[in-house]
């Protein structure tokens, strides 16, 4: 039992992708066993997250993390030592109690959260498999199709367009490591047209390493340069299109009108344009295509368009929401942040209840990420078909060179999810 037995637990503040501080938490069992995992960070946040704990203050400009770290040594740690690592569901119902509130916001989300994580890393070190395989077991088979941002907007980048991801999904390749070969290969095309129509700056990058070209402010201008460079490279009938919309963030509470391109419109107006856009493009997943409070929005946009519609400010990966949604018929897919409901406990089970209901599972990314590939891990455990992790810059590609490593191990068994990527069974 020492092998799996928590001996230490401790946390300490680091940094994420974007020069601000996160927690990371280290496990270690009695037998020497050590598993270590970072908590990624959004900027882009639903109203309902789990709550992030930051310390305010001068230092870090007020994101600094030393009292989640503080939580994390001396309230967490000390209530799990002696504990099965292997244990995790009573691990974090363990930690959920010690919070005591509804959004976890005594402890942190992210104290927590890098606990979970950490413990459940551990446990798959103690029994010596691969996370993915922990976690998923001996069915964890499907490599996921990446969601590439190639163009960014909204928070995630200084440029004029309003939606936040202008993404390609190459669901025609033959395995997932082609998928990543296909995607890059038009992401350098994708800046040498930019470059040609823009000048040298479209080739600064956004929060997740996509161009951020100035002066374009329309999604389609967007969408057909992005056309542009897989029909360029003959890679037509290989890809999708897919956008991330953000749009509680074009929303404004007081008018109840949304912002795009400058003009104030109804969500009437805005599904409509939405309309126009499957219809003239070959857009195959939309997310948050509405502000986060439009169940009914949502519901007509999912009946109307007959094409994924992801909900992540919509369902903040909460079991609740998630449910009120399915009832509602409100969007056809979650997208997946531990971060933001708290436990991977809570994460699975919100997926599970979607993929039983008939809805698509996106794991995610936050814009904050680090180096930590967990997420990588769990888009293969619970065959999730998708996952959206950026483009470029070191934190994305550790990612994607971890599910290298996971095709390379699972052999023949490996199954790229491809054009069935909301429903890959």
Not at 65 to 85: Q, S
Not at 136 to 162: F, M, Q, R, S
């Amino acid at each position: 039992m020492e092998r799996f037995e928590i001996k230490e637990i401790k946390a300490r503040e680091v940094l994420d992708c974007r020069g601000n501080p996160t927690v990371e938490v280290e496990v270690l069992t009695k037998a020497g066993v050590l598993g270590r995992a970072s908590v990624p960070s959004g900027r882009s946040t639903g109203t309902h997250e789990a709550f992030e704990l930051r310390d305010g203050g001068k230092r870090y400009h007020g994101k600094g993390v030393l009292k989640a770290v503080k939580n994390v040594n001396e309230i967490i740690a000390p209530a799990l030592r002696g504990k099965d690592v292997t244990k995790q569901r009573e691990i974090d119902e363990l930690m959920i109690k010690l919070d005591g509130t509804e959004n976890k916001s005594k402890l942190g989300a992210n104290a927590i959260a890098g606990v979970s994580l950490a413990v459940a890393k551990t446990a798959a070190n103690a029994l010596r498999v691969p996370l993915y395989r922990y976690i998923g077991g001996i069915n964890a088979h499907i490599l996921p199709v990446p969601v590439l941002d190639l163009i960014e907007g909204g928070k995630l980048a200084a440029t004029n367009l309003d939606f936040q991801e202008h993404q390609v999904m190459p669901v025609g390749a033959r395995s997932f490591s082609d998928a990543i070969r296909m995607g890059l290969e038009v992401y350098h095309e994708l800046g040498k047209i930019l470059v040609e129509k823009y000048g040298k700056h479209s080739l600064n990058v956004g929060v997740e390493g996509g161009y951020t070209p100035p002066r374009m402010n329309d999604p389609r201008e967007a969408l057909e340069l992005e056309l542009k460079a897989i029909e360029e490279l003959g890679y037509k009938n290989e890809f999708v299109l897919s956008l991330d919309c953000a749009a509680t963030h074009l929303y404004n509470r007081h008018t109840g009108k949304y912002t795009l391109m400058g003009k104030e419109i109804t969500r009437e107006e805005l599904i409509d344009f939405y309309e126009d856009l499957v219809s003239t493009y070959p857009i195959k997943s939309i997310e948050d295509p509405l502000e986060e409070e439009d169940f009914e929005g949502f519901a007509e946009l999912t009946k109307t368009l007959n094409i994924q519609i992801v909900g992540d400010d919509l369902f903040v990966t909460n079991i609740r929401r998630l449910r009120k949604g399915i009832e509602m018929k409100a969007a056809n897919a979650l997208l997946l942040k531990v971060n933001q409901v708290g436990t991977l406990s809570e994460a699975l089970d919100a997926a599970e209840l979607a993929f039983r209901n008939g809805y698509g599972v996106q794991v995610s990314e936050r814009s904050g990420q680090t180096e930590d590939t967990w997420l990588a891990d769990l888009s293969v455990a619970i065959n999730a078909g998708q996952i959206k992790t950026g483009v470029t810059r070191s934190e994305r590609t550790a990612q994607y060179n971890q599910l290298f490593r996971i095709e390379e191990e699972l052999g023949s068994r490996a199954k790229y999810a491809g054009k069935n990527f909301r429903q890959p069974f």
